[in-house]
């Protein structure tokens, strides 16, 4: 078969593989069925009403949310400054930092999580939604600093200094002429990290308790002990959010951009 | 000079241990427009930053207008820059870039909008003050960085290269465009350029660097018919440059005497092609190359001296590949050169 005829095929397939799962979750959910099945039995909204009723998702959607937001601001507050250095000055161990920086996205999650556990909770009776914060702000980093850097990368470092010239102090100029150019670039970074953190599951398994919860890995401890559509049902929420949030993103930011 | 409004005193600039510019003496006077001129490497851009204050000096001092700023910050001295790239604020308007620094001033109102106004309209962009840069032409950008910098009033105005990007129509225009302005404003300016044809048209004054240091400084038409040295001479389109020894030309082919005696103290003689005389003389050379340039002719000689470029009238009959002819190097009309190498 010729390329030609061969790519929508594999394509198509493609499509299947990548939007197959997320459509069957969709039709699980709207199941009037009484068991997470597929094909679903029935129709109706029950489940998706149910998700809203139970308390310990609005508990652990809420923790999600704070770790989300502020992991994410706080690795923007870090890594901003620190991809402003990579980009602008040449420093001794700078290849070093970029890796280093890099790490949590190499390293599998579930080796940090037991590392923080480990070392920080257990030794020192770490509070665990501030073990939780740091380590949801060590994930995100990563994206921040590279996104970050990207745009920095598009940036002409002579308008700071004409800035300068122009009566600006260095950090007035960082504010005045750097800050407005990269903020696509930053609003990418905090969706990006938003989206990682939120969908964190093996760093959070190991420093969830009773009582401290991200959203994910309460879905997973529903799920073994009910097997009912409502976990469908939020699966497609939780999606139809993060779709949303990319389109916006998309629609006006020209997020591809950045990513 | 007593006179002197810039300053710069056994300044030495370096970026970590390499030293780019080493005791550097220069004095400009207020008005001037001087040129800094060489090729890459020289130093000259270098000495620029350091007058803007974005570089620190490892050694010496440098004075405008009565005070010392060599350790004055670059956003208190009242140092324009106009950047070889432009340097304008991509997410800001023409009519925003050009208020940037008189807001940093504290000005507002009336005040501010006139004199941003006046900025945009005398660079001849009053249409285009709504735009961003990325909606304006490499040639109209530039002006607005020539607005930008030119409503702070400074006291020196530097210039990166300010022809080079631009094609040869605007060119013209522009350098049109900075007479005007210094005419208009007496404001002191310096710019930095490699193309000597650049220097020539536009300074009153040219210094030219090399590896760090000042070669030599003078008027235009001092720099194109006096060159100092060598280099100079080279840079300013002297294509025959021999070094003397004894009074005789050191050449490939040895020592070769000349039919008058060579200046007293001179280290080298230079010949433009122009200055070649061909048909006769005590010389004999065989044409390798020849091109038309519509008035003149030029020829590529090969000779005892080694190779020999000559220009002459085109109207005159030409000379065959190949063939031999007289020419002579007329010590009169050559220029002598303090320094060799």
Redesign the interface.
Known sequence: MSIRLLSPVVLFLLLVFLIGPFLIIIAASLSAGDTLAFPPQGLSLRWVAKVFTIDSFRDSFAMSMFLAVFGTLAALILGIPAAYALARYRLPGSETVRTVVSLPIIVPGIIVGLALLRYLVVPFGFNITLALFFAHTALVLPYAVRVVSASLGN??S??E?????????RL?AFF??VM??IRGGILAAFILGFVTSFNQVPVSLFLSGPGVRTLPIDMLGYMETTYDPSIAALSALLAFLSIGIVFLAERFLGFSRYV | MSDAYLQLDKLTLAYGDTVAVKDLDLSITRGELVALLGPSGCGKTTTMRAIAGLLNPASGRINLDGADITRVSANKRAVGLVFQSYALFPHLTVYENVAFGLRLKGLRGDDLDGKVNAGIKSVGLAKFAGRKPGELSGGQQQRVALARSMVMEPKVLLLDEPLSNLDARLRLEMRAELQRVQKETGVTMIFVTHDQAEALALADRIIVMLNGGIEQIGTPEDIYNKPVSSFVADFVGFENVFALKDGKLATPGGAVALSTVAPDGAAGLAWRPRAVILGSGPFQGTVRGTSFAGNSREYLLDSSLGPIKAEVDAALPQHELGSSIAFDLPVAASASLKRFG
Not at chain 1, 161 to 169: H, K, P, Q
């Open positions: 940036l002409r002579d308008i200094e004409a800035a300068v010239l122009l009566g600006s102090s007035g005045r002429v407005p150019n």
